[in-house]
């Protein structure tokens, strides 16, 4: 009885084996940055302007920046006293 069940492993592990190789390979994912900028006399304002900004750049390449994109982090300067100039960054997969 345990040649049986021997076989049956060895054809099952087969049928796997098969079943993967027929599939084809893995496709590599595609993982591209965006950078937006805003400049607004608030920041909250800026950094939504710079976010939109590069939202928009990802949704024209076909990303789908609702589902397909996170923020990556954002650099602030003040260019002048009360101005916030800030850089976004979203990073797409897909």
């Keep these: 009885m345990p040649a049986l069940r021997r076989i049956v ?3 099952l592990a087969g049928a796997v084996s098969a079943s993967v ?3 084809g390979p893995a496709v590599a994912a595609e993982t591209k940055t965006f950078y937006g900028n805003g400049m607004n006399n608030n920041y ?3 950094l939504f302007k710079a976010q939109d900004n590069a939202r ?3 949704s024209a390449d076909g990303f789908e920046p609702s589902t397909q994109c996170s923020p ?3 650099y602030t300067t003040q260019p002048w006293p009360g ?3 800030v850089t976004a960054q979203i990073i797409c997969t897909r």
């Design 9 to 11: 492993a060895t054809a």
């Design 21 to 23: 190789l027929l599939s």
């Design 44 to 46: 909250f304002t800026a």
């Design 56 to 58: 928009s750049l990802a």
């Design 72 to 74: 990556g982090g954002s």
């Design 83 to 85: 101005l916030y100039s």
